[in-house]
């Protein structure tokens, strides 16, 4: 997974391990949220006390903040991309060898493919990267 970050990107991991004492080399954009993505057994840390992390990071980027834990092996998949695109709703996550198929409603899917398909593009970037896997919306 080689990676190649911008200064704004290298700018909020500096700040997210500054704030969290967390250490992570991801981060993505999703829906103009700002996603930190840490190893499970970071999660709670990382989010803080009472969120107060999270809080603090997203004040001063002057953006929605989340953190959401990486998939340590195939079964933690589906709740990785349900953490990516919540809070829309879908009925159901099937993963193949190549490609991840989520099942929405005509709404849902609306919201997962957004305008000009901004979000199904940068949801396709972080599945490709963190997964190397394609997605389709059905």
Known sequence: MDKIIDMKFMRYLNLFERVSRVSTKNCSMYNSNIIFFVEQRDVPKAIGEDGRNIRRIGEILNKKVRVVALPAEKRDMPRFIEAIIYPVKFRGIE????????????????????????????????????????????
């Open 95 to 138: 993963i193949n060898d190549s490609e991840i198929i989520i099942n929405a409603g005509r709404l849902s899917k609306a919201s997962l493919i957004g305008r000009n398909r901004a979000r199904l593009d940068e949801l396709q970037k972080i599945a490709k990267e963190y997964l190397n896997k394609s997605v389709k919306i059905v």
